[in-house]
């Protein structure tokens, strides 16, 4: 519970320090951002328990699925940003993708764990959407 108190906070920091929510004009937008969005609650959520491996969706073996297949998935989800495809498979314990849900929580912190080691906090809370779509590029190659 405390860790899912810890990503809700995330959110909270996010929206009273930078741009939480943003006008999107696309599916592709969408995707990004919410991948932003949470992405920044699970870094914040880690962060708060000082443990960058710890996610609170982790059970059956989940980290493990997603760490093993951490390049499919980037890809899969980025090939859907690119086509302008729905990734809400990715998002929420009523969706899956290939079978495991909150996938995109995963990639998300991922994500930010990268952006991280380029910018300080208030600026990752402020994020242009080309700066996300980069970073999921170079996590891509």
């Not at 592709?28 to 951002?33: A, D, M, Q, R």
């Not at 906090?121 to 970073?135: G, H, R």
Request: with cysteine.
């Amino acid at each position: 519970m405390t860790a899912l108190l810890y990503h809700e906070l995330g959110h909270i920091w996010h929206d009273a320090i930078g741009t939480l929510y943003h006008d999107t004009n696309s599916i592709s937008e969408k995707s990004l951002w919410q991948l932003y969005q949470e992405g920044i609650a699970m870094y914040c959520e880690q962060l708060l328990l000082n443990d960058f491996s710890s996610y609170h969706q982790d059970k059956n073996n989940w980290l493990g699925w997603c760490n093993k297949n951490r390049k499919d998935i980037f890809i899969e989800y980025k090939k859907r940003v690119d086509e302008n495809e729905s990734t809400q498979d990715f998002f929420g314990d009523w969706c899956n993708y290939l079978e495991h849900s909150d996938v995109g929580y995963y990639l998300g912190c991922e994500l930010l764990k990268s952006l991280s080691s380029k910018y300080p906090m208030t600026k990752l809370a402020n994020l242009e959407i080309n700066d996300i779509y980069s970073e999921l590029c170079n996590i891509v190659k």
